[in-house]
């Protein structure tokens, strides 16, 4: 564990996202003498981590939440003294709509990303054709795949539950989550428990029954009619930004130095010299060196393949090979009384197939009651990933419109929106796609024969924020048991 004599150790973290933050929080509680220095190229820490609160709304400009099953994210929360600020999702809503043919109708109940756990519901929905819906029956018998290489989510859901299931029910609820291509994104990177259930159980379905039967006799099935999909997530009362502000509190004062990018890092007299510059200080000023012991690289992938090129080609050419996509989300506030849809979800996902100008829109104010003024309403909608790539970058006079016409015929809404915003998110969102883990245990070997150095981020072992606070607080252990 920790080592209170550490001889000040001076260690760089390159990269202030969650990632970096993470990290850096940990090489503190590991050794609170640590020396510790955080760059990050932005004027703000967090990364996509953001919260606004403009004109009595609070506006979440990247992340929305974090998932409650992996224990990391609450485990920081915990340690950072933040536990009496979660709150849950809204228990009377815990739906999803999905649009077909250019109207919402609810996701089946029970359908959990790309498992149906109750039949009835997929039975009844009018989602599917009947056709389909046999389709998706079948997967009950069919025999399990015998080889074990990687393969698309695409091709597994294909597989399993047929064309439509996949096409209007899973394609649409894991695009949201990853802005990813589906045809490349890898099943064993991101959703391996549905591949390793196919494997133990020879079904999807048959393994989910088993498991609900298991929690129903150990009395944990949560009973409700609305399922337990939802309440997976939590978010903090001031917004997401607050953990951002608590895990800097907990550093050195001045460890942090946001607006100064880091442009060269280079081995230097058994360390690592840091080359950085002060973004917005004026004419390029040129850049200033520091030097550390050892550094923790948590900026995102590509710029890491950059800096690290000179050290090691091939590693950097694995890193590049991970590519981003990106995203923007158009947040708008509406009186109530302007939307005749009851609104009675936490939000809508949007199958590529109905060739809608928006990905997924989160109902944020129905979802985290807080969000909005009494009568308000707060949504945010999804627009760019990989299906349009071109709408991130759109000219916001151009990409409103269009996107307010698709919620208004969604939604069924009358008038101008009261409050918007926009935050983009260029190349932000890392593909999994294929191969994936194979191509990040070569990255990690390689890294690993670099001297006092870890690499961290959202791109490697999971993109939720649990994941990249893991993955964060491994690379600081790493570095502090080296010493
Ligand atoms: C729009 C959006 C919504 C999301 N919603 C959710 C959600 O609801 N729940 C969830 O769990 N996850 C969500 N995610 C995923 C999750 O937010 C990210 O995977 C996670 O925040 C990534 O953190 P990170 O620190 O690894 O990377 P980043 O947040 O990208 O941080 C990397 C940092 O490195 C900095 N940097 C880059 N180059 C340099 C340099 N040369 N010198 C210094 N600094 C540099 C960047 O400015 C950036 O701040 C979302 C992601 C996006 C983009």
Redesign the pocket.
Known sequence: MGSPQSNARRVAV????????AAAHRLIELDPACQLTL????SR?????WTKHEEGYQVEQ??????TTLPW?LDLCRRLGLEDQLVQTNPKLRQTYVVRAGRLHKLPDGFLMMAPTRMWPLVVTPILSPLGKLRCGLEYFLPPRKHDADESVASFVRRRLGREAYERLVEPLVSAVY?ADLEKLSIEATLSRFRQMERDHGSIVRAMRKQMKKRRGEGQSGGGESGPRFSMFVTLREGLSSLVDAITDRLPEGAARPA????RIERHDGGWRVW?TQSGAGDSPPPESEDFDALIM???SH?AAD?LRTHDAELADDLATITHSG?A?LSFAFDREQISHPLDGMGIVVPGIEKSPILACSLSSQKYVHRAPEGKVLLRV?VGGMRYPEMAEMAEDELRPRVLDELAQLLGIDGPPIYSGL?R?PR???QYHVGHKDLVERIETRAAALPDFAL????YHG????D?VHT?EQAAERIINKQ
């Open positions: 390159v990269g202030g996202g969650i990632s970096g933050l760059y990050e190229r932005r820490l967090g990364g996509a981590l990247g992340v929305d939440n974090f998932i994210g802005a100064t990018v880091v442009e950085a948590a900026a995102p710029i800096l995203t989300i999804f935050a998110w932000t969102m890392p961290c981020g959202n791109a993109v939720g924020i649990p990249c964060a």
